[in-house]
């Protein structure tokens, strides 16, 4: 066996490198040598202890892009050694109800990548093969190591369903963010609101096309929502934190008729305050948007014909030596930090 490296957590906040045996592959495999791999804020929970369904010793990493370097025997009927690839790293079962119903997302019996079974901050991962995309010549692995978040925030824009002409904010100008805002203006926002304490994020935000970015700890939201919507409150609101005071945040700002997209990922126990009157005499909509269901190919296409600009949101390349660094939000200014395993 050929020994590889990977960065393994083997308990809440205890993440070594490791040598590795090269995975096997079984006949519905690929391997992949992994080029690129996104630090998400999952990864952070995972290594802080705070994500659920994590299972230790686990090596995170879902946001990946790489070439195929091995081919299972029934693979290789559509896919071949040397393809550029990225695979959706959640897998699921493909029995239970939800699966049966189009809802793969809510699957009983999921097992995502990089959470349940090892992930991509390493040098090689084995994934089922039907869970990749071929990527185009047009798109680099690093911008590919973006196609799983930006297809998760499309599932987002899926549940909303604007209208062309609606008018947004977005809480939070993370990477989530930033993609979000992107997404709003490609499908018809004529106002977006983004509202951000990080000045480089703002600086971003403002540069990817948002036409008002707010510093909430210099000015009040829900005044700036106001005055640029002569008192009538936006039509979605996208809460990009995570966290009750953020839906909370949303729902001071969300118009009549408005839809909320709960998309950050707040801690398990937050509870929030909402009033049920409002949400019956305004017609509110709260919506939650979890991972990324028949979404991944659009996310390509998107990043692909640059409709979505993803190279500027990487701040960082690192090696594996750095991902627990990264972990600890020990970086200067991230936005998203890409792993170079
Ligand atoms: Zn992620
Ligand atoms: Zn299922």
Redesign the pocket.
């Given at each position: 066996m050929i020994a590889t490296k990977a960065a393994r957590i083997d308990a809440p906040f205890s993440l070594r490198i490791i040598d590795v045996d090269q995975p096997s592959i079984g006949p519905c495999d690929v391997l992949i040598r992994v080029e690129s791999c996104?630090v998400?804020?999952?990864?952070v929970h995972i290594y802080e202890g705070k994500a659920g369904i994590a299972r230790y010793p686990i090596i995170p990493g879902?946001?990946f892009s790489g070439r195929v370097v091995e081919v299972g025997r029934e693979a290789s009927k559509y896919i071949s050694v040397g393809d550029r690839v990225v695979a959706d790293?959640t897998i699921v079962c493909g029995r239970c109800v939800y699966c049966r119903s189009g809802r793969i997302h809510l699957c009983l019996e999921w097992t995502p990548i990089g959470v349940v079974r090892d992930g991509a901050f390493a040098e090689y991962i084995s994934v089922p093969a039907n869970q990749t995309y071929r990527i185009p010549g047009s798109i680099s692995f690093d911008e590919a190591a973006l196609v799983?978040?930006v297809s998760?925030c499309i599932h987002g824009w899926d549940r909303i369903s604007p209208k062309p002409g609606f008018t947004a904010a977005i809480i939070g100008a993370g990477p989530i963010g930033l993609i979000h805002l992107q997404l709003a203006k490609l499908l018809g926002a004529v106002l977006t609101i983004v509202s951000e304490p990080i000045e480089s994020r703002r600086k971003l935000a403002a540069e990817l096309g948002a036409d008002i970015v707010v510093d909430p700890i210099e000015e009040d939201l829900q005044e700036v929502v106001h005055r640029e919507t002569a008192g009538l409150g936006v039509d979605v609101v996208i809460e990009a934190v995570g966290g009750a005071r953020y839906l909370e945040e949303a729902l001071r700002i969300i118009g009549r008729g408005g839809r909320i997209l709960v998309f950050g990922v707040a801690p398990e126990e937050d509870k929030a305050y909402v009033n049920p009157y409002i949400l019956y005499r305004y017609e509110l909509a709260i919506l939650g948007s979890f991972i990324n269901p028949y979404s991944m190919g659009r996310a390509i296409s998107m990043i692909a014909s640059r409709s979505i600009d993803v190279d500027k949101l990487i701040t960082h390349r690192i090696t594996l030596d750095k991902v627990e660094q990264a972990l600890k939000r020990e970086l200067r200014n991230p936005i998203k930090v890409i792993v170079k395993p």
């Open positions: 996104g998400c804020g999952t990864d879902h946001e790293p799983e978040p998760c």
